[in-house]
């Protein structure tokens, strides 16, 4: 976990209010509308293929080089692409956080992580750096939740679940209390996780097995 992570309250008083999206897809598009929600800026738009022209009405370049103090989120829903843009951005990074997510004031989160409509963070709750919380996922109380995870739609983590670096949550799954999921594992989705996952790995099905 990153000790950059910050109070849910301090957090939002350090989010820039323009802010550059580099990835432009479908994912981008649900970060831009969250930016719009807060009144915040769209500064630019950026992403590697070159056949990509515009999102919406905003126009789409490729990035020569980023500014130490341009402030971006990183809008690539893949952990470990993810990853890599970010140590190649060299860039300061912002967060958003969708209007409809009820995030806990004792929860703790990391710079560059996006929180989605209807999702759930509850108390004390510590979030790492550049991780997706998507559209109606639940983060129960004391989860530790590292760096470039991401927590898919409507997937659930009791009480007391880790998640560790780069690891994916599929869409509807369910870990019960107490589970880890190792870094860099894969949560199927819609599986029941009922064991510890070993990093590395994929999980899928109910309960959960190694495929």
Not at 5 to 20: C, F, G, I, K, R
Request: proline share 5%.
């Amino acid at each position: 976990m990153r000790k950059a992570a910050l109070p849910w309250n301090d957090l939002q008083e350090a989010m820039s209010n323009a802010v550059y999206i580099f990835g432009a897809s479908g994912h981008a598009k649900v970060i831009i509308e969250i930016l719009k929600s807060h009144q915040r800026t769209i500064a630019g738009i950026f992403d590697d293929n070159p056949n990509v022209k515009n999102l919406w009405e905003y126009p789409v370049t490729q990035l020569a080089s980023a500014k130490a103090d341009d402030c971006f989120i990183v809008a690539i829903g893949n952990n470990r692409i993810r990853e890599k843009v970010v140590a190649r951005l060299g860039a300061a990074f912002s967060t958003a956080f969708h209007p409809s997510s009820n995030i806990s004031p004792t929860a703790q989160l990391g710079i560059g992580t996006v929180v989605m409509a209807g999702a759930s963070i509850n108390a004390d709750a510590r979030i790492g750096a550049h991780c997706i919380i998507n559209t109606n996922a639940s983060v129960d109380h004391d989860c530790v939740v590292e760096d470039f995870v991401h927590i898919s739609p409507n997937a659930a983590l009791c009480g007391n679940v880790k998640v560790g670096r780069g690891a994916h949550v599929g869409a509807g799954a369910v870990i019960l209390p107490g589970i880890t999921i190792g870094e860099w594992a894969v949560v199927g989705a819609g599986a029941v996780v009922t064991k510890p996952v070993p990093a590395e790995t994929v999980v899928a099905g109910n309960p959960a097995r190694i495929k």
